[in-house]
């Protein structure tokens, strides 16, 4: 049978013709998520967003074109969808998190050495708020955080310029105190 022939069955509610048109098109999928990589996910994470989109392919199809120009549009879509919304800035602490387990083992290791680094890290906090301005006291925690200036200056509303000038001030700054 036809991709059009299967189509026109599926949409006539032939559960079967809809199956079989999923299996025909699955190596294609993969291959498409194959060009892909998902933070935090695996491959087959992919390749079933990529399924989903074939079935709204299957589901959504007006005959406008052929089904598989129309069908790799919307798997390649569903696909980079799914990767853009994982490497977005409200999903970082989902794809950087540790388990509590793991962490919990790495702090029972050495209670003292966390005790002096936490010390330490108060310490150089202390003197941050001494010599830096409120503006580069904040800028350079969300550095220290993992932020690069772009983020920085996307989550305060800033420049990017304003936010690079008060990164390398408050470097110097710092570099001068502790020397």
Same mark, same amino acid.
């Given at each position: 049978?036809?991709?059009? =022939?299967?189509?026109? /069955?599926? #949409?006539?509610?032939?559960?079967?013709? !809809?199956?079989?048109?999923?299996? @025909?098109?699955? $190596?294609?999928?993969?291959?498409?998520?194959?060009?892909?990589?998902?933070?935090?996910?695996?491959?087959?994470?992919? *390749?079933? =967003?990529?399924?989903?989109?074939?079935?709204? &392919?299957?589901?959504? $199809?007006?005959?406008?074109?052929?089904?598989? !120009?129309?069908?790799?549009?919307?798997?390649?879509? @569903?696909?980079?969808?799914? *990767?853009?919304?994982? !490497?977005?800035?409200?999903? /970082?602490?989902?794809?950087?998190? *540790? +388990?509590?387990?793991?962490?919990?083992?790495?702090? &029972? =290791?050495?209670?003292?050495?966390? *005790?002096?680094?936490?010390?330490? #890290?108060?310490?150089?906090?202390?003197?941050?708020? /001494?010599?830096?301005?409120?503006?580069?006291?904040?800028?350079?925690?969300? $550095?220290?955080?993992?932020? +690069?200036?772009?983020?920085?200056?996307?989550?305060?509303?800033?420049? $990017?310029?304003?936010?690079?000038?008060?990164?390398? /001030?408050? #470097?110097? #700054?710092?570099?001068?105190?502790?020397?």
């Amino acid at each position: 049978m036809t991709d059009e =022939e299967l189509l026109s /069955r599926g #949409k006539g509610g032939d559960k079967a013709a !809809t199956e079989q048109l999923l299996n @025909r098109y699955r $190596y294609f999928v993969k291959s498409r998520a194959r060009q892909f990589f998902l933070v935090g996910g695996e491959q087959e994470d992919l *390749v079933q =967003e990529g399924m989903i989109g074939l079935y709204e &392919a299957i589901v959504g $199809y007006d005959g406008s074109s052929s089904f598989r !120009t129309f069908a790799s549009l919307c798997v390649q879509r @569903r696909i980079i969808d799914a *990767v853009k919304s994982a !490497t977005r800035l409200k999903n /970082r602490a989902l794809n950087t998190s *540790v +388990s509590i387990e793991e962490s919990a083992l790495e702090a &029972a =290791e050495d209670p003292e050495l966390a *005790v002096i680094d936490g010390e330490n #890290k108060q310490e150089f906090l202390q003197l941050m708020g /001494r010599i830096l301005s409120a503006f580069e006291f904040q800028v350079v925690v969300l $550095y220290m955080d993992g932020l +690069s200036a772009a983020e920085i200056a996307a989550s305060l509303s800033k420049p $990017y310029k304003s936010v690079d000038n008060a990164l390398q /001030r408050a #470097k110097n #700054k710092l570099r001068k105190e502790i020397r």
